[in-house]
Nanobody, 124 residues
């Protein structure tokens, strides 16, 4: 059973930084991508960023986080990080990591396994 565990969330002032971690276990194999999503109360889960290793390492970001967030891994693909800089109150949400084995990556429906989420709160 594939498991994902997020950590690193917390309370930060606007302009600050946080680094989220997503620890993967359970024998992930083959071609897959690890995505980060976030969800605010009463809203749908939205795509934030993704990293994939089909050939070269590829990353892709939602427009509002480009230039502020960076997704990376620990070179073993056991842990995926989301470095978040220049945080703004609108980034406040529960952040989730998830695994996709398909070709799509920006829709939550493409992802099979999910972590439990970690809360990020940005104060103004």
């Amino acid at each position: 059973q594939v498991q994902l565990v997020e950590s690193g969330g917390g309370l930060v002032q606007a302009g600050g930084s946080l680094r989220l971690s997503c620890a993967l276990s359970g024998g992930t194999s083959g071609n897959y991508a690890v995505g980060w999503f976030r969800q605010c109360p009463g809203k749908e889960r939205e795509f934030v960023a993704v990293i994939s290793w089909s050939g070269d390492v590829m990353t892709f970001y939602e427009d509002s986080v480009k230039g502020r967030f960076t997704v990376s891994d620990d070179n073993t693909k056991n842990t995926v990080y989301l470095q978040m800089n220049g945080l703004v109150p609108e980034d406040t949400a529960v952040y989730y990591c998830a695994i996709s084995y398909g070709k799509g990556f920006d829709s939550a429906n493409e992802y099979t396994y999910w972590g439990q989420g970690t809360q990020v709160t940005v104060s103004s």
